[in-house]
T-cell receptor
Framework: DAKTTQPPSMDCAEGRAANLPCNHS???????VYWYRQIHSQGPQYIIH???NNETNEMASLIITEDRKSSTLILPHATLRDTAVYYC?????????????FGKGTSLLVTP | GAVVSQHPSWVICKSGTSVKIECRSL??????MFWYRQFPKQSLMLMAT?????????EQGVEKDKFLINHASLTLSTLTVTSAHPEDSSFYIC??????????????FGPGTRLTVL
């Protein structure tokens, strides 16, 4: 799996957009970008994933650069409940059956 | 989204006893489940991969005789910590991969089990 680099921590004001960056310069053509988050003392929660096109769902948007070497997770209107550790994971998909390798992630603090 | 449950959510036991943790996929079938361990202020570390009807595959450094994994059905995997010691105290989390067809390599995680060994 390609290695990812994320800032260790970020702050965001409640109601504002939270933009979480992730660098994955060694990503391969068949590797997807996955985002998960973990709220304190809970299991990780799936957020979104993508291959090369930008993706949006009810939780967030994922912007992947054209060269796919980096991506940004966007929480459009952050709330206090979005305070969590956010993990960017790059790996092969399609029934590969492999576990997710979690790095250190970005600890996002949403403040009132 | 798909739901994965774990039981118990927390457990306290005496050193030397065994503890069983259950992981269930509630609304989908999972041929593959994963067990992770997380120590305070650290990230999740994969312990083992559990495939239904076959032996689990353990990560390097994880003792298979200490952490017994059984995946007897498509919706249930169990992790038994045998002869638990205080250093086994941790947050144990399982995940399940939806194998019901179509594109979905999304893995869904359980809420975790907090194990404290006295």
């Amino acid at each position: 799996d390609a290695k990812t680099t994320q800032p260790p921590s970020m702050d965001c004001a409640e109601g504002r957009a939270a933009n979480l960056p992730c660098n994955h310069s060694t990503i391969s053509g068949n590797e997807y970008v996955y985002w998960y988050r973990q709220i304190h003392s809970q299991g990780p929660q799936y957020i979104i994933h993508g291959l090369k096109n930008n993706e949006t769902n009810e939780m967030a948007s994922l912007i992947i650069t054209e060269d796919r070497k980096s991506s940004t997770l966007i929480l459009p209107h952050a709330t206090l409940r979005d305070t969590a550790v956010y993990y960017c994971i790059v790996r092969v998909a399609f029934n590969s059956g492999y576990a997710l390798n979690f790095g250190k992630g970005t600890s996002l603090l949403v403040t009132p | 989204g798909a739901v994965v449950s774990q039981h118990p959510s927390w457990v306290i036991c005496k050193s030397g006893t065994s503890v069983k943790i259950e992981c269930r996929s509630l609304d989908f079938q999972a041929t593959t489940m994963f067990w992770y361990r997380q120590f305070p202020k650290q990230s999740l570390m994969l312990m083992a991969t559990s495939n239904e009807g076959s032996k689990a595959t353990y990560e390097q450094g994880v003792e298979k005789d200490k952490f017994l994994i059984n995946h007897a059905s498509l919706t249930l995997s169990t992790l038994t910590v045998t002869s638990a010691h205080p250093e086994d105290s941790s947050f144990y989390i399982c995940s399940a991969r939806d194998s019901s067809g179509g594109f979905s390599d999304t893995q869904y995680f359980g809420p975790g089990t907090r194990l404290t060994v006295l």
